[in-house]
């Protein structure tokens, strides 16, 4: 009874670890999206492009913002927010420059709207140090001293109760 307890925790534990690594990067069956830059800059020009496509078909671009508020004007495909392409081979490529930092998902669909492919993208300022991270966190030296302090506050109240007690058991 206990084993398959365990085997069955272990099976939940597992399953719960890979499900969100499976759905991190969504390409359909025999299609590949990617990026030349998953993190360009304000202004920076960078290409999506997804292989395994149908020469003729007409493939959608369509990108999203995360939050919401960044406006539909910081993204540029070719001059819009959407753009549809006709794979001219095994492969649709897509020029995109978006203007404003944050984070945006690009998201490739066929002609019948079937989402073939989608990549995350973040978008960082221009002269922002990427990957750099921000100081956080605090200098605990004032912390250390005031605990240092109560600590010899405490044993010099220990030293005084037992020099008392010496002298009254005296």
């Not at 398959?4 to 939940?12: E, G, H, K, Q, S």
């Not at 719960?16 to 800059?41: E, G, I, Q, R």
């Not at 998902?105 to 989608?118: C, E, H, I, K």
């Amino acid at each position: 009874m206990n084993r398959r307890r365990i085997a069955l925790t272990v099976l939940a534990a597992a399953t719960l670890a890979v499900a969100p690594t499976a759905a991190m990067a969504y390409d359909a069956p025999s299609f590949n999206t990617s990026t030349t830059d998953a993190t360009p800059t304000v202004g920076e020009t960078f290409t999506i492009t997804t292989n395994g496509t149908t020469a003729g078909e007409a493939y959608t671009l369509t990108i999203t913002s995360n939050p919401a508020s960044i406006s539909n004007d910081a993204i540029t495909i070719a001059g819009t927010k959407s753009l549809t392409k006709t794979a001219t081979g095994t492969s649709v490529s897509f020029s995109v420059t978006l203007t404003a930092a944050g984070t945006y998902t690009a998201q490739v669909f066929d002609a019948a709207g079937n989402l073939v492919g989608d990549e995350v993208l973040t978008v960082t300022a221009a002269g922002a140090a990427a990957g750099a991270l921000p100081a956080t966190g605090f200098d605990g030296v004032e912390l250390a001293a005031g605990a240092g302090a109560l600590v010899l506050a405490g044993a010099g109240a220990v030293l005084v109760a037992r020099r008392r007690q010496t002298a009254q058991a005296r």
